[in-house]
């Protein structure tokens, strides 16, 4: 049995699996460029200007991940990881959710669905920080106070959590 999958559903499916993983929102993904990340520390810098608070954020990369990173880098030279080569731009904003709903017509399910899905996993886990479980997803202290006395962006627990969503991930797929 052979599925036809275009070029485009192709980059879409490994941006949705970087998606996943670093559990990042849809522009955060397409927009990436190659010069963000750092496979050697692991670590993909998210500038302040693409980031939903306006603040730079700073994903700890698995192994799996820095696997999709170093893939689009073998198929293409240019700025961007998910380049569309017809237009030279990043891939639409729709061309993850498209995927999705063409492939999976009878699920009612998203791009940002996949940021629950990690939440609640992690809760569940009952072994993380609630602050680093917040952070591995962007999210802010709630007020002034608590942003004066957290000084850490638990960059080392959201390590640990980031692999274990990996682990988990890699378990469960059929």
């Known amino acids: 049995f052979y599925t036809y999958i275009s070029k485009i559903d192709l980059l879409a499916v490994h941006a949705l699996k970087l998606l996943i993983l670093t559990t990042t929102r849809t522009k955060e993904v397409i927009e990436a460029k190659f ?18 608070a306006g603040v730079e954020h700073k994903v700890p990369l698995s192994d799996e991940a820095i696997k999709i990173i170093n893939f689009m880098r073998q198929k293409h030279n240019h700025e961007y990881v998910f380049t569309n080569l017809v237009t030279g731009k990043h891939i ?10 063409s492939r999976f017509r ?10 629950s899905t990690f939440r ?53 797929i059929a």
């Open 92 to 101: 639409s904003n729709g061309a993850m959710l498209h995927l999705l709903k």
């Open 120 to 172: 609640t996993w992690a809760e569940e886990q009952g072994k993380y920080q609630y602050y680093a479980i917040k952070f591995s997803q962007a999210h802010e202290l709630p007020n002034k106070i608590e942003k004066a006395y957290m000084m850490s962006d638990l960059m080392p627990e959201r390590t640990i959590i980031m692999n274990d969503w990996e682990k988990y991930l890699l378990s469960n």
């Open 106 to 115: 009878n699920l009612r399910i998203t791009t940002h669905g996949f940021r």
């Open 35 to 52: 010069s963000e990340f750092d496979l050697d520390k692991k670590v993909w810098t998210i500038p302040e200007h693409k980031m939903k």
